[in-house]
T-cell receptor, first 110, second 115 residues
Framework: GQSLEQPSEVTAVEGAIVQINCTYQ??????LSWYQQHDGGAPTFLSY????GLEETGRFSSFLSRSDSYGYLLLQELQMKDSASYFC???????????FGGGTRLMVKP | KAGVTQTPRYLIKTRGQQVTLSCSPI?????VSWYQQTPGQGLQFLFE???????NKGNFPGRFSGRQFSNSRSEMNVSTLELGDSALYLC??????????????FGPGTRLTVL
């Protein structure tokens, strides 16, 4: 089976940088994804890492170390609209069966 | 392109009843997955359908079932509803090729309340 651990809450100020960590235990591994979900909304895709290293998409970056079973999401130049829950997720096979972490609630303060 | 649509958006049922939820994926997407989201258990995978066949199944009782039609639209059914089935049910579609093959696009969800 799969299990993913991430912090439950993180607070940061506008303009700052925040890192959300995710550690995982999997029987199979087809990459680590990150999703954002605002209250009352649907999860939206942010980033995907299949291989070790850093992927950058605008203000968001995601990192993966397969040897450490670890990844993180880095959010730069935080804005108030970034206040949301962030989920890491893995796939254990080539299908679209995602196992999600418990989510990290990010609160951005002025 | 239109996004993933789910109907109905809200449902109230009583224990013992059954319910059917519908999902229309993004045009051209052949993979449809269903997830249950609750405050206690988080986001949990229910099942995935691809080309009308169930490709993956999560750890849910047999009361939860689904199907996919030839136009890729999908339905899920929950029979003999229990209070614990109250949740947000999310549908996600995915392309199976190209650079977006690893991205799942979620619909707005159906909020099911069981009384």
């Amino acid at each position: 089976g799969q299990s993913l651990e991430q912090p439950s809450e993180v607070t940061a100020v506008e303009g700052a940088i925040v890192q959300i960590n995710c550690t995982y235990q999997t029987s199979g591994f087809y990459g680590l994804s990150w999703y954002q979900q605002h209250d009352g909304g649907a999860p939206t895709f942010l980033s995907y890492n299949a291989l070790d290293g850093l992927e950058e998409t605008g203000r968001f970056s995601s990192f993966l170390s397969r040897s450490d079973s670890y990844g993180y999401l880095l959010l730069q130049e935080l804005q108030m609209k970034d206040s949301a829950s962030y989920f890491c997720a893995t796939r254990e096979n080539a299908g679209n069966m995602l196992t999600f972490g418990g989510g990290t609630r990010l609160m951005v303060k002025p | 392109k239109a996004g993933v649509t789910q109907t109905p958006r809200y449902l109230i049922k009583t224990r013992g009843q059954q319910v059917t939820l519908s999902c229309s994926p993004i045009s051209g997407h052949r993979s449809v997955s269903w997830y249950q989201q609750t405050p206690g258990q988080g986001l949990q995978f229910l099942f995935e359908y691809f080309s009308e066949t169930q490709r993956n199944k999560g750890n849910f009782p047999g009361r939860f079932s689904g199907r996919q039609f030839s136009n890729s639209r999908s339905e899920m059914n929950v029979s003999t509803l229990e209070l614990g089935d109250s949740a947000l049910y999310l549908c996600a579609s995915s392309s199976v090729s190209g650079r977006t093959a690893d991205t799942q696009y979620f619909g707005p969800g159906t909020r099911l309340t069981v009384l």
